[in-house]
């Protein structure tokens, strides 16, 4: 049919990632490290797809090479550590010269800028944000979607503890010394809690503070910002049981430091090669989150950015996320908005090492259509199997959420069934009893927060929001990573 198909076999099997609100500009640099940066660590990806729609965005591997390239580079790292530990601490450099943006930047009226600077702040913000989305990309090989230096870990663990002991034991090890930007903030929030009874006008002063510093902590890809209401409301709920609020977030924090002091107890029982991979892997755990934090206030600048750019050449901010950063000076000069707004509707990128082509329109839809025919079948099934992100057993209904958009859905209580999490989803995190995503590994977001929260979480289903409906009464067993559907809604 088209030339770029012909030497693909009807055999091959494709993997796919979906990414609900994320946008072309973003996915772009991720793009970019899996199409070249692998190379200098004597690996490649030879055929990949990214696609774009509408606000969504889905990359797209041929499963063998995906999970063969992954066990090479795992091979690579036990011969020598220094690889990944090399890449994490560019992602630790990259992401606190993001955070250090804060600051500087919090009180930029970007609307009162000349064209020049407008494009000075953007340039700026993205010369780190792109090396940070491209050296992030290169752990993922190990953990998003192949599971080998975890799987390495709880093998070591299970030979020196037993089997039994693994969960316990993995989890202890793996907790993060990174306090993430919304465990800041509840720490903060702790520390106003107990500074004040009543709402005040000191303690509303306070509170201003508190969202200035914290607003863009669950923006995501593409927000919105938390709103001053929200904290005010989120307050004045919590002065009605303030004993009690006080109480629940002394103990979280008090859990965290027994963890950490546990941490420290079972480090000791390792040799030094073991200690190496350990400290690899829970310094990837730390590192990304970390790095989704950073993403976080690179997109709420972005987007004020890119609000003002287009504003002047005449763009909605739905267009401007389609145009990627390299791109944005030249609609000064001259602005597409017909090719904008087909790469908009659909735009697909298909890498055939060496060659990579860009298409949009009908041929875009036909060559997703080919490679969505050879994804694995969705087989309907009353039981699910993933990976524990944290154990737990809980009984609920699903609810199935497939961009943050729909958030208004989500009732309090239900079990949020989604493809994979990012900031924006945290709201819905804290409300749920348990998280179950087709996507990720035990880095990835929902992995990370539900540690943090304490959720039952299975990560990694695959087909979960294919297979589940709403109102699905089902049994989320965190301890041994299985879904299992009690009662169709």
Known sequence: ??????????????????????????????????????????????KMVLTYSKGTEAYYFIKREYEGEGKKFFEKIKTNPKILSGVLKKVDNLANKIFALEEKWKSINFSGLSDARLLKY?????????????????????????????????????????????????????ASNYLSVGEQQDLDFLRLLKKFTTLNQEFKDEIK?????????????????????????????ALKNRDFEISKLDRKFLDRKSILVEQKVLTGKFDQTESVFIDLLRGFLELKAKRVDAHSLTFFFADKIMIEVGKRVGLSIDQMRVVVPKDVPKLFDKVDVRQIDEEYKRVLLWFEKPNLQKFTGELAEAKLKYVLERLPKVVETSELKGSIAYPGKVKGNARIIL????????????????????????????????????????????????????????????????????GDLVEVDADHGTVTVIKKG
């Open 1 to 46: 049919m088209f030339d770029i198909l012909k030497n693909v076999s009807k055999k091959e099997e494709w993997m796919e990632w979906v990414w609900p609100g994320f946008h072309w500009y973003q996915g772009i640099h991720a793009f970019l490290a899996w199409q070249n940066d692998f190379e200098k660590f004597g690996l490649s990806i030879s």
């Open 122 to 174: 953007h340039q700026a913000l993205f010369k780190l944000d792109e090396p940070l989305w491209r050296n992030g990309q290169i752990p993922n090989l190990l953990e998003l979607g192949n599971s080998y230096l975890s799987d390495y870990i709880k093998f070591v663990l299970a030979k020196k503890f037993g089997s039994e002991k693994v969960l316990g034991v993995f989890s202890a090890l793996t």
């Open 209 to 237: 503070t508190h969202y200035e510093k914290y607003r863009w902590m669950t923006y995501g890809w593409a927000g919105p910002e938390i709103t001053h209401e929200s904290f005010l409301n989120n307050f004045k709920e």
């Open 403 to 470: 961009d943050i958009k729909d958030a208004s859905k989500f009732k309090s209580g239900e079990i949020l069934v989604t493809r994979m999490t990012d900031p924006s989803f945290v709201p819905l995190m804290k409300n749920s009893s348990a998280i179950i995503t087709d996507i990720g590994g035990i880095t990835c977001h929902a992995a990370i927060v539900s540690r943090e929260m304490k959720k039952p979480c299975v990560i990694g289903t695959k087909t979960a929001t294919k297979v589940l409906k709403d």
